[in-house]
């Protein structure tokens, strides 16, 4: 009879895999610089730091955030260019995409 409890043989299959990992100060450092300015926007309007801040202005930041790591990371411009071309041929019946050439 089952009493719905692990037994010796149940308790092994429920114990596959590997946990999921988890580290200590493992915030990345888009998310640490992101921070900073919404900090810093908030102190400017007389806030705490840590004040909610309107999804417009999180927006806002991220992008130029990312724009400068970008950048950083690149040595260039990030461009929507790349993605536009893919999106376009993508939209084609398949025998038309083979005319495009591949994004580079």
């Given amino acids: ?6 037994t010796r043989t149940t308790r092994p299959a429920r114990q596959l895999g590997t946990p999921y990992k988890v580290y200590d ?3 990345s450092p888009f998310r640490i610089e ?3 300015r919404i900090a810093a926007l908030n102190e400017a ?3 705490p730091g840590d004040w909610p801040v309107p999804a ?4 806002k930041i991220r992008t130029e955030v990312g724009t400068e790591f970008f950048r950083a990371d690149h040595g260039r ?3 929507r260019r790349p993605r536009a071309r893919r999106r376009d041929r993508q939209a084609l019946p398949p025998e038309d995409q083979r005319r495009w050439p591949a994004t580079t």
């Fill in 25 to 27: 100060n493992d915030i």
């Fill in 1 to 6: 009879m089952s009493t719905g409890r692990p």
């Fill in 77 to 79: 411009e990030p461009s």
């Fill in 56 to 59: 417009a202005d999180r927006a």
């Fill in 45 to 47: 309007a007389g806030l």
């Fill in 34 to 36: 992101v921070a900073k």
